[in-house]
């Protein structure tokens, strides 16, 4: 049993920055896998960036690589997504994901996470 909690959303202007957390439930949060995705006004969710449960391998959608970074504590539970740079189309719902098993051919996939968190507002004006 997994429960995610996402915070730090909010608006900026372009050019901003925001840090993302997620805060995790349970002793066992060490064992899972952490995953970012993101769901803007009229589109489908899609992968932002993910994290081993070691933390020692991350990845990202083509669309944030040089400008945001996953990371986490386990020690404190948590999942950070630090954004930089921040542009309009990069307003969405953001979403803290978790699974204990994520081969590395599937970690863009939603499919592949057990428990989702209920989302934080981002948004970017122009």
């Known amino acids: 049993q997994v429960q995610l909690v996402e915070s730090g959303g909010g608006l900026v202007q372009a050019g901003g920055s925001l840090r993302l957390s997620c805060a995790a439930s349970g002793r066992a949060f060490k064992t899972y896998a952490m995953g970012w995705f993101r769901q803007a006004p009229g589109k489908e969710r899609e992968f932002v960036a993910a994290i081993s449960w070691s933390g020692g391998t991350t990845y990202y959608a083509d669309s944030v690589k040089g400008r945001f970074a996953i990371s986490r504590d386990n020690a404190k539970n948590t999942v950070y997504l630090q954004m930089n740079s921040l542009k309009p189309q990069d307003t969405a719902v953001y979403y803290c994901?978790?699974?204990?098993?994520?081969?590395?051919?599937?970690?863009?996939?939603?499919?592949?996470?057990?428990?989702w968190g209920q989302g934080t507002q981002v948004t970017v004006s122009s």
């Open positions: 994901a978790a699974t204990l098993f994520l081969p590395s051919s599937a970690y863009a996939r939603s499919q592949s996470y057990d428990y």
